[in-house]
């Protein structure tokens, strides 16, 4: 048996027009277009590409963009500041404050993101998206876990009474992943690094989502015969190597879908983004 590869770029190509259609739409009603901000605090390369590559797909999608870079000694309060203001700035619907912080301010992290105005919390990360995510009536959600749960829909892979397991509990993707798969009735269990035999928990999955960061942790005997496997985890093993927490080539043999890194979920983030920044500009245009 050998794995059907769920190809992030084709879904994230189909979730990004959508997200042109929309934010068309939104444009021809209102007049303007939706309007996404960007703070990089600091100078961390990696960071740095993933602002430029969410400023060009801004581009590509007709959403204005600003990125606003920050010295690395910005301090909490002038972050702070910035964020109040563009929380105030009509033409920002979307705000984003590209993670890690600088160390002097990452203490600060959740003071930070709770200033943001939850209407313009694109990242679903401010206390009251996430309240409402855990109660079911959320907006504004993470984009990696939702673009997890897109591209299951897009590929007809069944939600509903699936066995699903996720192997991470962060705030970011596990623990939304958690809220979400359960919100489409599936049955799931959450590991961590307390599990005891992970691989007996991880075995029982119709859907595998691993969200670790630990290189090819996830091996073909930890994985059911044609299990649907989702790899959020991007692991630098060498100046040019990219790889998942999944065992690719093992797991590819009897997995029913896999996701490939590079190529998987990566791509879907930024697709999400520009979802969530059109979703955030049609609720505040229209209230
Ligand atoms: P975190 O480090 O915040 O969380 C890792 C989770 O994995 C924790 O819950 C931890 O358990 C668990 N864990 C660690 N070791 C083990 C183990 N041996 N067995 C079982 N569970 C374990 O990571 P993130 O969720 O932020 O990211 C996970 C991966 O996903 C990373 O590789 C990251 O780069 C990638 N990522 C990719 C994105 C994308 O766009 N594709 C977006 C976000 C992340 P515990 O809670 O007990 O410590």
Redesign the pocket.
């Known amino acids: 048996m050998s794995a059907k590869i769920l190809a992030g770029k084709e879904f994230a190509e189909r979730f990004k027009l959508e997200a042109k259609c929309d934010a068309q739409a939104i444009k021809d009603k209102y007049g303007v277009e939706p309007g996404l901000a960007v703070i990089v605090v600091g100078d961390d390369p990696a960071s740095a590409v993933y602002v430029r590559n969410k400023h060009r797909t801004c581009a590509e999608l007709n959403i204005y963009s600003e990125v606003i870079a920050m010295p690395a000694t910005a301090t909490k309060d002038e972050i702070v500041a910035k964020i109040r203001e563009l929380n105030a700035a009509e033409k920002i619907h979307g705000i984003l404050v590209q993670l890690p912080l600088p160390k002097a301010v990452s203490g600060y992290e959740a003071e930070i993101l709770e200033s943001i105005d939850p209407r313009k919390d694109v990242d679903g990360f401010h206390p009251l998206n996430v309240g409402k995510l855990v109660s079911g009536e959320a907006a504004l959600v993470p984009c990696?876990p939702l673009g997890c749960i897109k591209m299951l829909d897009a590929a007809g892979i069944c939600i509903d009474g699936a066995r699903a397991v996720v192997?991470?509990?962060?705030n970011?993707?596990?623990k939304p992943m958690l809220h979400l798969l359960m919100q489409r009735h599936a049955t799931v269990t959450v590991?961590?690094?307390?599990?005891k035999d992970?691989a007996a928990v991880t075995r029982q999955a119709d859907i595998l989502v691993v969200?670790?960061?630990?290189p090819q942790?996830i091996t073909a005997d930890m994985v059911k015969v044609g299990a649907t496997v989702i790899d959020?985890?991007?692991?630098r093993i060498a100046e040019k190597k990219l790889v998942g927490?999944v065992d690719f080539d093992g797991v590819a043999k009897i997995a029913g879908a896999i996701t490939p890194v590079p190529g998987g979920?990566?791509l879907l983030?930024v697709a999400m983004l520009m979802k969530n920044v059109v979703t955030a500009a049609k609720m505040q245009l229209s209230q």
């Open positions: 990696t192997v991470g509990r962060s970011i993707v596990g590991c961590h690094s307390h599990t992970l969200a670790i960061g630990r942790m959020v985890g991007i692991n927490d979920v990566g983030t």
